[in-house]
């Protein structure tokens, strides 16, 4: 197994405009790009090649475009994704509806897929609180019923609340979490497969959203920027 290559498929899924691209953009290169939306067509990929242990892992994030007009397309993009990440606007009901729909997508279609529910646009609240169209314990106790992690993220900000997950993690100076607490990750059965599992998390010294990885022999979880 030593040296073995091993590729990671995140999907990233959402009604159009919730804002699925800004986010990686800022995963991928810290940055929020202003200007007119311009929505994506069929899909976007992009790759990200990193080391964890003495593996080469690569990180590849299909970004599917929101528009109904191109679901059936999206379903391709989907399959055989490791992590999902299933975006809604916190300030758009009706993008957590099609968020739903998405997630009900996956349960049926990829059941190995780990659901990572993403309520985008936490800015828009920090400006005005009554924005926000989506009620946060609603959403949690939805996640919880289907065992997703949820974040309320910002990629214009590069904040990523994380609910209650631990933010203090101790960081090894080689990058794993060595302190892994109950809550940061929960490695579940359903994390048991030899591959990567994935998740945008937030470090009190880095504030921009981070991702962690359970490493294949499940002892480490390595946080990442990407
Ligand atoms: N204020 C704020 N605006 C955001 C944020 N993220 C995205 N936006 C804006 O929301 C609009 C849509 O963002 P995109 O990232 O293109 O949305 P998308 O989900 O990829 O859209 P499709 O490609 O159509 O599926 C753009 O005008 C972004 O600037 C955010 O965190 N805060």
Known sequence: MSGQRVDVKVVMLGKEYVGKTSLVERYVHDRFLVGPYQNTIGAAFVAKVMSVGDRTVTLGIWD???????????????????????????????????????????????????IYLCGTKSDLLEEDRRRRRVDFHDVQDYADNIKAQLFETSSKTGQSVVGDLRTDANLGTDGYV?????????????????????????????????????????????????
């Open 64 to 114: 599917t475009a929101g528009s109904e007009r191109y679901e059936a397309m999206s379903r391709i993009y989907y399959r055989g994704a490791k992590a999902a990440i299933v975006c809604y606007d916190l300030t758009d009901s009706s993008s957590f509806e099609r968020a739903k729909f998405w997630v009900k997508e996956l349960r049926n279609q990829e059941e190995g897929c780990q």
């Open 178 to 226: 060595r302190d892994h607490r109950e809550g940061l990750w929960n490695a579940g059965p359903e994390h048991q497969s030899p591959s990567l599992a994935v998740s945008p998390v937030s470090h009190p010294s880095r504030p921009r959203p981070l991702f962690t990885f359970l490493t294949p022999d499940h002892r480490h979880f390595l946080v990442t920027a990407l």
